[in-house]
């Protein structure tokens, strides 16, 4: 049945998609580099400020202020966004902007991790409004790889710049008190850098016509994204006036697998994002550097561009129950081979270890961590709310780990620490199968189950039987 945002929906894809991947896609950029790079220069921060511990409580508070800062920025946005998508763009990268260059000039660890929660915020923010503006904007076809490309990839490129700058600072034989007050503020220029083309974004048609009640703003801003079909201008309202509430006692199974997953997810991921380049670096005798980009490089990367050729082709629910799977594999190898090896071969180990980062970006770093489910399984009156509570949950699953495994990993050893983060991604690939539904092609109201069944037809529920 054809509807309002058909023409957007079936659009191909153009230099209007590209300009949103490349403005989302630049804040997401900010993330990945702002949240890999603590874990990058953290042993040079430790030192820095005279503590030798590398799994104590200072080292778990700097890797985890931003998360919790995360955690609760895409609480507050994920409210605010039903007053409008466009109007706090560019509020998210400011605060990133701001709390980055900070960072570069605090004198101690506390102020750090304070510097680094308000930065959080900011991060928070941006993983919450960027999904649902760039999948609002998004035609059906091309939904799952825009996001995946959007989010996914540059957010790896941006883990990587961190530790090449690190590389090159060091090279230099910059003194180490340098090398991370630059790496960590220089994190203020990406953001910085996409906040006027924040602003010139125009709102989403969803937004204009669901929310706000403006068919008519959001017709034209359909004439642009389709600049090939003619598109009618119409003052018929489809506004939704059903309450949040409603779509949650209605939808609330689907609402919770973005949430559950996003947290199950954070725990593994975060755990080698934070600790991969520090505590199993050296246990398989490799610098935190080399570590990170040959990870990046070998295995990050090459799954990213894996889950954007197939997301649209095979779908969400089949790449992600693999690549789970596939992490779970990848970290059991790994345990086991740490278990039994006195002196880990450098390569072997890194072999090992790396296949859970194929996996990983491949599945669910493409699917649930790009913010993917909770965009196309939320209606759009309660999509606001309920990704705040999607990237809030990866936030606190992120913020575990940051405190869990580096206490697993000193009180039982590096083998029972990976065995766990094994057995939460088998977990995760069994809530998959149960939880999700194929949302490969469909138009946004569609995935979300915003319809209603009249004589068997499905229509969309803002047309009246």
Do not use: C
């Not at 153009?14 to 949103?20: I, T």
């Amino acid at each position: 049945m054809t509807t309002l945002f058909t023409p957007q929906d079936q659009a191909k894809f153009s230099r209007f998609h590209l300009r949103s991947i490349l403005t989302t896609g630049m804040g997401v950029f900010a993330d990945g580099y702002d949240l890999s790079s603590i874990s990058v220069v953290l042993p040079l921060i430790l030192t820095s400020f005279g503590i030798k511990k590398l799994d104590g409580l200072e080292t778990s508070l700097l890797t985890g202020s931003a998360l919790a800062g995360a955690a609760i920025g895409a609480l507050v946005f994920g409210q605010l966004a039903n007053k409008g998508r466009k109007r706090y763009y560019g509020i998210d990268v400011t605060l990133m902007a701001v709390a980055g260059l900070a960072q570069a000039f605090v004198p101690n660890v506390m102020t750090l991790i304070a510097v680094r929660f308000i930065l959080g915020l900011g991060v928070g923010a941006d993983y919450t409004l960027s999904p649902m503006i760039m999948g609002e904007h998004a035609n059906a076809k091309d939904r799952g790889k825009s996001m995946a490309l959007g989010f996914g990839v540059t957010w790896v490129i941006g883990a990587a710049v961190s530790a090449l700058l690190d590389l090159s600072l060091t090279t230099m034989g910059a003194s180490p008190d340098i090398v991370w007050r630059v790496v960590l503020g220089v994190s203020a220029v990406f953001p910085a850098s996409v906040i006027y083309l924040r602003r010139k974004m125009p709102e989403t048609t969803r937004y204009l016509a669901r929310i706000a009640g403006d068919s008519r703003s959001a017709t034209k801003i359909i004439s642009e994204i389709d600049s090939v079909q003619e598109v009618k201008t119409t003052e018929q309202t489809i506004k939704d006036d059903n309450d949040i509430s409603y779509y949650i006692r209605r939808n609330w199974k689907r609402f919770f697998a973005p949430i559950v997953l996003w947290f199950l997810f954070d725990i593994v991921a975060y755990s080698g994002i934070l600790f991969g380049p520090s505590l199993i670096a050296k246990g398989i005798g490799m610098s935190a550097v080399s570590f990170s980009l040959l990870n990046t490089f070998l295995f990050t990367i090459p799954g990213a561009l894996i889950g954007i050729s197939v997301l649209d082709r095979i779908g969400r629910r089949p790449i992600q129950i693999v690549g789970f799977l596939g992490m779970a594999g990848g970290l059991l190898a790994f345990g086991l081979y740490s278990h039994s090896s006195t002196a880990m071969v450098p390569a072997t180990g890194l072999l090992l270890y790396g296949m859970q980062n194929l996996f990983s970006q491949g599945g669910p770093g493409s699917v649930s961590a790009s913010g993917l489910l909770g965009v196309e399984l939320t209606p759009t009156k309660a999509r606001g709310f309920v990704q705040g509570l999607t990237v809030a949950g990866g936030r606190v699953g992120a913020t575990i780990a940051a405190f869990v495994f580096p206490a697993l990993f000193k009180a039982y050893g590096e083998s029972f620490a990976i065995y766990f983060l094994a057995a939460i991604a088998a977990l995760a690939a069994v809530l998959t199968l149960i939880l999700v539904p194929e949302t490969k092609g469909l138009s946004l109201e569609e995935s979300s189950m915003d319809v209603i069944v009249i004589d068997g037809t499905q229509v969309p529920s803002f047309i009246e039987p």
